[in-house]
């Protein structure tokens, strides 16, 4: 049997499919799909195919039809924004026992939505920054000393760095308070038409400490398998550019919570802070995050064990992991030919 694995929103994710590839040994193939011909990833694909936009009503349909034609047997989405939409159309694309890798609707949104992750973390009782949608309330709060300066605004449904600000003072966050609002009213962006623009801006607390990424592995029965941690040495454009391994006990126990607690599926991506000897909870991202490399490098071949998942040997995953602490790299850029 040929286990063939396919990933949409491919982009630029070239070392996932690598790894991939190493880690089938070549069982079966590696198949990228995305919107742009020219997308990175068709590079290091043993095939791309160019699909319809996620938004596209005949998307779904030809991620159908491509699972049928090429014997796929397990689905990986390297996008945010797509995400909800494979969950809610896992019916339509499971056939023929192929698995879609991808968590419940509930925890996607959770995950997506800037809020609601705030008020998780908030019921579980662990640290996160001071979050306000409510202007009005966040301007009380910054008046009882609450809430202090600086203030970091950004769009509550979003994705890397994009849209955020910092603001050092009242003046300059009420200015871009209202210049953030006419711009995502422009973009119509929301997550549904029945939200008010004031409700998809968040004014959050800045916290400034040393800064960690890290991947919360479930199996894909939603059962927790690991934790990788990496100390943040530099970012770029909103993804982690420098980075060292980390070990640390009190955050794995505090990982082992939030997998039990989400049942999420596969590797999660997230970012958190160490402040004073307490860990500060920011963001969670439901898939494959850009830090996942590092992770890898240091030991923790996640390609490896999802792909004795996907094939059903689950005996001895183990052996892929050999995550050693203070290891420290670094990403750069690579040009990659492609053809027409």
């Not at 630029?12 to 089938?24: I, S, V």
């Not at 910092?166 to 038409?193: F, P, T, V, W």
Request: charged fraction near 25%; charge should be neutral; glycine fraction near 6%.
């Amino acid at each position: 049997m040929e286990y063939n694995i396919l990933f949409t929103c491919a982009g630029k994710r070239n070392y996932l499919l690598r790894y991939f590839k190493e880690a089938l040994k070549g069982r079966g193939k590696v198949i990228a799909v995305d919107s742009h011909k020219y997308a990175a990833a068709s590079a290091d694909a043993d095939m791309f195919l160019q699909v319809p936009n996620i938004y596209d009503k005949n998307y779904i349909y030809k991620l159908r039809n491509i699972i049928a034609d090429y014997n796929i047997v397990a689905l990986i989405s390297l996008n945010d924004l797509e995400l909800s939409i494979l969950s809610k159309n896992k019916d339509a694309l499971e056939i023929n026992n192929l698995k879609v890798l991808v968590s419940n609707t509930n925890i996607i949104d959770l995950a997506f939505d800037k809020w609601k992750t705030y008020q998780f973390f908030k019921g579980l009782g662990l640290n996160t920054p001071k979050t306000y949608i409510n202007f009005d309330a966040a301007l009380k709060a910054i008046k009882k000393n609450t809430l202090s300066f600086p203030i970091v605004l950004k769009p509550r449904f979003g994705s890397g760095s994009i849209g955020i600000d910092i603001c050092e003072d009242m003046e300059e966050l009420k200015l871009a308070h209202q210049l953030k609002k006419k711009q995502l009213k422009r973009l119509g962006y929301s997550l549904n038409g029945t939200m008010k623009v004031d409700d998809i801006i968040v004014i959050q607390e800045k916290i400034n400490g040393r800064e960690f990424g890290f991947d919360i592995v479930n199996n894909f029965d939603g059962e927790y398998f690991g934790t990788f941690l990496r100390e943040k040495i530099e970012m770029r454009y909103g993804e982690t550019d420098k980075a060292k391994s980390v070990i640390n006990k009190k955050f794995n126990d505090f990982s082992i919570e939030l997998a039990n607690n989400l049942k999420h599926v596969g590797c999660l991506d997230g970012d958190v802070f160490f402040v004073e000897n307490e860990w500060i909870f920011l963001e969670l991202n439901a898939r494959f995050g850009g830090g996942y490399p590092f992770s890898h490098e240091a030991g923790a071949n996640i390609a490896a064990v999802y792909v004795d998942w996907i094939i059903g040997d689950n005996h001895n995953v183990s052996k892929h992991i050999n995550y050693k602490e203070g290891l420290v790299f670094s990403k750069f850029d690579l040009l990659v030919r492609l053809s027409e």
